[in-house]
């Protein structure tokens, strides 16, 4: 199983930016799927999950509104589509899943949102 998360970038507060992750040795569809984010000097958090089989998703308060997960079955990708961005939403956003009780974890992509 290999996650590839892809999509970073530096935007200005506002902006909106979408992060994908592509999955490959595991179909997505049936998995349930997180974006995580780590900003410097502080714990990794959960920032949303979609759950695996259906469009059931959650969020984080702070992005509540803001972000939306989904997924792409034909592509085997999950999305994170960010708009309204803010400053402290700068992070390394990873995504995750689960498979036969392993974690699989994205090599993590950069997001920098200036003021």
């Known amino acids: 199983v290999q996650l590839q998360a892809s999509g970073g970038g530096l935007v200005q507060t506002g902006d909106s930016l979408t992060l994908s992750c592509a999955a490959s040795?595991?179909?997505?569809?049936?998995?349930t799927v997180w974006w995580y984010r780590q900003a410097p000097g502080k714990q990794r958090e959960m920032v949303a999950?979609?759950?695996?089989?259906?469009?059931?998703?959650s969020y984080v308060d702070s992005v509540k509104g803001r972000f939306t997960i989904s997924r792409d079955n034909a592509k085997n990708v999950v999305y994170l589509q960010m708009n309204s961005l803010k400053p402290e939403d700068t992070a390394v956003y990873y995504c995750k899943t689960n498979r036969a009780g392993q974690s699989f974890w994205g090599q993590g992509t950069q997001v920098t949102v200036s003021s």
């Open positions: 999950g979609i759950v695996g089989g259906t469009t059931s998703a």
């Open positions: 040795g595991i179909i997505f569809s049936i998995e």
